[in-house]
T-cell receptor, first 115, second 117 residues
């Protein structure tokens, strides 16, 4: 069965702190995709990244970075020097190669960045 | 990224009435559209997948007669909640994708908050 676990329900940090959001997944498939989405208070989901299971290289995009560790089935997301605008709910999601349509979402982590 | 709109953004309806939610892809052709439901402070649950011109595929536990989905064109899908009840109150989000595109990505709409009184 496929499952995505985001154990951190809520995280609060002060601006300029670094913060890591954890994501652990379960799948029997050898080929799959992992995603991170941001949901600001407005409600719209904003795509952040997609990573396929064969690409374990870490990725950095500005203040965002992702650490994919297949050995621990984790795909963690770090925001460096957080800003108030980073406050949102962040979802990790999984889709399997045989059914790329179906996104299985974690329960989300609410990040609050205080000035 | 591509733009997906939803209308209305908020709707309040009385118990027993039906309400229609529209999902439009504004700048690309969406061969596939998805409907999700999100309860407060909860994750998104896929309700159904619709392909243009064919019947929607519903996830287990989702009543197809309750949640009618139509995907009549490459830019529009509608979700009709029939005979709505208070337990149908939720945040409904659609997403759209183009299966023929090289980058198969789902683009999400801003969501529709439904309140049934």
């Amino acid at each position: 069965a496929q499952k995505v676990t985001q154990a951190q329900t809520e995280i609060s940090v002060v601006e300029k702190e670094d913060v890591t959001l954890d994501c652990v997944y379960e799948t029997r498939d050898t080929t799959y995709y992992l995603f991170w989405y941001k949901q600001p208070p407005s409600g719209e989901l904003v795509f952040l990244i997609r990573r396929n299971s064969f690409d374990e290289q870490n990725e950095i995009s500005g203040r965002y970075s992702w650490n994919f560790q297949k050995s621990t089935s984790s795909f963690n997301f770090t925001i460096t020097a957080s800003q108030v605008v980073d406050s949102a709910v962040y979802f990790c999601a999984l889709s399997e190669a045989y059914n790329t349509d179906k996104l299985i979402f974690g329960t989300g982590t609410r990040l609050q960045v205080f000035p | 990224g591509a733009v997906v709109s939803q209308h209305p953004s908020r709707v309040i309806c009385k118990s027993g009435t039906s309400v229609k939610i529209e999902c439009r892809s504004l700048d690309f052709q969406a061969t596939t559209m998805f409907w999700y439901r999100q309860f407060p402070k909860k994750s998104l649950m896929l309700m159904a997948t619709s392909n243009e011109g064919s019947k929607a595929t519903y996830e287990q536990g989702v009543e197809k007669d309750k949640f009618l989905i139509n995907h009549a064109s490459l830019t529009l899908s509608t979700l009709t909640v029939t005979s709505a009840h208070p337990e149908d109150s939720s945040f409904y989000i659609c997403s759209a994708a183009n299966r023929q595109a090289t980058s198969y990505e789902q683009y999400f709409g801003p969501g529709t908050r439904l309140t049934v009184t």
